[in-house]
Nanobody, 120 residues
Framework: QVQLVESGGGLVQPGGSLRLSCAASGSILHIVSLGWYRQAPGNQRELVATRTSGGSTNYADSVKGRFTISRVNARNTLYLQMDALKPDDTAVYYC??????????????WGQGTQVTVSS
């Protein structure tokens, strides 16, 4: 089994910064990609940023230039550096990963989510 555990959420004022972390653990053979999604009350879950094992990244237009996704491969840890935060960034942020746990056996895994609130 594979687990993804997020941390680093909290309350921050507009214009501030937060860094989210996601630790992947368990029966991990190979990580294809990791990413962040978010869901605000009343809204559908939406992509924030993704990163493949090869280092390719993809960002939602709404966060380009403000958020940075990165990974420490040796620790199977994913980060999301969020700068210039806006009230519209308020949401529960979820870590997700497409991960092989055995040869030919992969799944999409999700963390439990961490709340980010941007408010004065």
């Amino acid at each position: 089994q594979v687990q993804l555990v997020e941390s680093g959420g909290g309350l921050v004022q507009p214009g501030g910064s937060l860094r989210l972390s996601c630790a992947a653990s368990g029966s991990i053979l190979h990580i294809v990609s990791l990413g962040w999604y978010r869901q605000a009350p009343g809204n559908q879950r939406e992509l924030v940023a993704t990163r493949t094992s090869g280092g390719s990244t993809n960002y939602a237009d709404s966060v380009k230039g403000r958020f940075t996704i990165s990974r420490v491969n040796a620790r199977n840890t994913l980060y999301l550096q969020m700068d210039a935060l806006k009230p519209d960034d308020t949401a529960v942020y979820y870590c997700t990963g497409r991960i092989y746990s055995a040869p030919g056996q992969w799944d999409d895994y999700w963390g439990q989510g961490t709340q980010v609130t941007v408010s004065s």
